[in-house]
């Protein structure tokens, strides 16, 4: 006798199957992994969530004292007279990378970290990169509150170029595309890694060449113009520069690259979907 299932589970998927309609059907899965990284990254800590303060705090002293003060790299993203807030500066760049980072590192482990229960319990395997993403968003939108307490302190107090423009509605697809861009080359380096292990090993270092090759610990005013170009390829560059415009209401903006920024980080996000959708049938085989 025939039965109709709504569901049917097995290893046969289409290359573009990407059960993205079935992952949002377990939103409430995804609300539960997000409460569960989030209480357990805090659990047994005396300060709890304010660690999510302290950390990009004290990283914003130390690279406002070493490389402003001691190295003296310029804080200008582009060229004249504007008065920039080192401290300001450099915390702007340090939470949208913390967040871009911790990302990418904790979905690049998705399939080790929860072989456990992809091997007992049936869900979409998606669920937990994206869950992850927005974990890692509370985070940041704690992060974002501390920025907007020193943003407009510096506003107030007056002496700085900033000023409040309209730019600031660009903040919100700045965020989106971090989340997508870091799910995406995160779940590219999780697929390959379920096959090639040392990979992992990479990550960590990789990540620290690149934040070195953004415009994280210095302006953009410091990278020659005839390297501008092929700089600007970095996805990373134009969500920073960007997120650093729509706060000050000035800045580097070029929508060319910021277009080109925004297909790099859908085209990896894609690829990643397709292999993380190729891979989550086998990889217990070989994890």
Avoid at 183 to 207: E, H, P, Q
Avoid at 265 to 279: A, D, K, P
Wanted: charged share 10%; glycine share 8%.
């Amino acid at each position: 006798m025939n039965k109709k299932y709504k569901y049917q589970i097995d290893s046969s998927h289409k290359v573009f199957d990407l059960h993205l309609k079935e992952t949002f059907s377990y939103r409430d899965l995804i609300f539960l992994f997000v409460k569960r990284d989030f209480t357990a990254l805090y659990k047994q800590t005396i300060l709890g969530p304010l660690w999510a303060i302290i950390q990009p705090l004290l990283t914003t002293v130390v690279f406002t004292i070493v490389f402003g003060n001691l190295a003296g790299l310029t804080t200008a993203d582009i060229l004249g007279d504007f008065a920039i807030p080192g401290f300001l500066f450099y915390m702007t760049g340090n939470i949208c990378w913390s967040y871009f980072s911790s990302t990418l590192h904790a979905t690049s482990n998705t399939f080790l970290s929860n072989s456990s229960t992809m091997g007992k319990v049936y869900y979409p395997r998606f669920v937990a990169p994206v869950s992850t993403a927005f974990s890692n968003l509370i985070s940041f939108g704690i992060q974002f509150a501390m920025l907007i307490a020193f943003w407009a302190f510096y506003l107030i107090r007056g002496g700085t170029s900033i000023v409040v423009t309209p730019n600031l509605l660009l903040i919100p697809l700045v965020v989106l595309q971090m989340m997508i861009l870091s799910v995406g080359c995160g779940i590219v380096i999780s697929s390959v890694t379920t096959k090639y292990r040392d990979l992992a090993m990479l990550v960590g270092f990789g990540l620290q060449l690149w934040q070195y090759g953004s415009p994280i610990a210095y302006g953009l005013g410091l990278v020659p113009e005839k390297w501008l170009s092929l700089y600007m390829l970095n996805p990373v560059t134009p969500i920073v520069t960007t997120f650093r415009y729509a706060l000050f209401g000035f800045g580097y903006f070029e929508l060319k690259y910021y277009l080109i920024s925004w297909g790099i980080s859908i085209i990896v996000f894609l690829i990643g979907l397709i292999l993380f959708s190729r891979i989550e049938r086998t990889f217990m085989d070989t994890i």
